[in-house]
């Protein structure tokens, strides 16, 4: 493996270390890379900032969009300490992040507590046989914002 990818996933892991001392969030650290430069860079911080979205690809992300003032991450690559969970990944596709680095598997996270399994049990199933009670209701106007949206002429589409 390239030495710089090395070089990437070592400061994530120690990132996700040095995080666990702090109290303030779950062992996990990200960083995302643009022509051999991080520019963003995020450590869970669930616990700190009372946020079940504050995982450390999505902080990272932010800051990424921040620093460069641009929603799309096209041309970066993300480096994480962990294999991305189901939101975070997902994130990582919004964001339009060109590929995909980890130190450790979603079954090392399981095995100290952090288990995501059950989601991605959970998303292929329909509505009406999950978890968490889901429906939709019946709005006339429930397309209306789509609709502005589609007639809208000058807007920034992602």
Same mark, same amino acid.
């Given at each position: 493996m390239c030495t710089e990818h090395k070089?990437? =996933?070592q400061e994530t892991v120690r990132m996700a270390a040095e995080n666990?001392?702090?109290g303030l969030g779950g062992p996990f650290g990200a960083i995302i890379v643009k022509d051999g430069t991080i520019i963003g860079r995020g450590v869970n911080r669930v616990t700190g900032n009372n946020d079940p979205? +504050?995982?450390a690809e999505v902080m990272a992300i932010r800051q +990424?969009? /921040?620093n460069i003032n641009n929603f799309c991450l096209d041309d970066t690559t993300i480096y994480t300490s962990c294999e991305p969970c189901p939101m975070c990944l997902a994130a990582i596709y919004? +964001? /339009?992040i @060109? @590929? =995909?680095y980890f130190a450790s598997t979603n079954a090392d996270a399981a095995k100290a507590g952090f288990d995501d399994s059950y989601i991605y049990r959970e998303i292929p199933l329909p509505?009406?046989?999950r978890a968490i009670p889901i429906s939709q209701i019946d709005c006339p106007d429930g397309f209306m914002p789509f609709k502005k949206w589609m007639e809208?002429?000058?807007k920034t589409k992602y």
């Open positions: 070089k990437f =996933i666990v001392d702090t979205t +504050a995982h +990424a969009c /921040r919004w +964001a /339009r @060109g @590929g =995909i509505l009406e046989k809208m002429e000058n």
